[in-house]
């Protein structure tokens, strides 16, 4: 039988590895990829707005992204 991998069976995959093995999202992902032969574009078509959420949160955490708030209007 086939398992076919959803978006929930996924994301909640890779909450166990990174909640077991402590890694960050990204880390956790790769890790994943690596292990069942899935390119990492594949898996980034599975992943939900809560972990893509979590990702950014954690990229900024360690400066690999720089969000800039919300355009002022100069005073």
Same mark, same amino acid.
């Given at each position: 039988?086939?398992?076919?991998? *959803? &978006? !929930? =069976?996924?994301?909640l *995959?890779i909450?166990?590895?990174? =909640? =077991? !093995? &402590? $890694?960050?999202? %990204? ?8 292990? @069942?032969e899935?390119?990492?574009? *594949?898996?980034?078509?599975? $992943?939900? /707005?809560?972990? &893509?959420? =979590? %990702? ?5 955490? +360690? @400066? $690999?992204? @720089?969000?800039? /708030?919300?355009? &002022? +209007? /100069?005073?």
């Amino acid at each position: 039988m086939i398992d076919v991998m *959803t &978006k !929930d =069976k996924f994301c909640l *995959t890779i909450e166990r590895i990174v =909640k =077991k !093995d &402590k $890694l960050t999202y %990204m880390d956790a992902i790769v890790h994943w990829c690596e292990q @069942n032969e899935m390119e990492i574009e *594949t898996a980034a078509k599975l $992943l939900t /707005p809560l972990i &893509k959420e =979590k %990702m950014l949160v954690e990229c900024q955490e +360690l @400066n $690999l992204v @720089n969000i800039e /708030p919300s355009a &002022k +209007l /100069p005073i």
